[in-house]
């Protein structure tokens, strides 16, 4: 019933710039924090961006001052925007959002399916 969705992974130069987005969609009264995590290869899943719904974020220390994750209420989306890529930024990164079906419930966790970055020259 509900959905979220990642896209605009790919291949990228170190240096280079990529914009993730992320959509819910379904039965949505709100989303409260949505946010972005990333794993590589043989690495424990680490907080990338989370973002509230009145604007509030947070970042993790190695995107800090690179990464910036902006938000569309109105659409249900946040974004991911990274530049000067680096290596190590390469990833599955994982968009969350934390969705409420009324105003008297809480919200629940709905996670989309991963979108692989690489960088790589």
């Known amino acids: 019933q509900v959905q979220v969705v990642e896209s605009g992974g790919g291949l990228v130069q170190p240096g280079g710039s990529l914009r993730l987005s992320c959509a819910a969609s379904?039965?949505?009264?709100?989303?409260?924090?949505m946010g972005w995590y990333r794993q590589a290869p043989g690495k424990e899943r680490e907080l990338v961006a989370t973002?509230?719904?009145?604007?509030?974020?947070n970042y993790g220390d190695s995107v800090k001052g690179r990464f910036t994750i902006p938000r569309d209420n109105a659409k249900n989306t946040v974004y991911l925007q990274m530049n000067s890529l680096k290596p190590e930024d390469t990833a599955v990164y994982y968009c969350y959002a934390d969705i409420r079906f009324t105003w008297q419930t809480g919200s629940t966790r709905y996670w989309g399916q991963g979108t692989q970055v690489t960088v790589s020259s």
């Open positions: 379904g039965s949505i009264y709100s989303i409260d924090n």
């Open positions: 973002i509230t719904s009145d604007g509030r974020t």
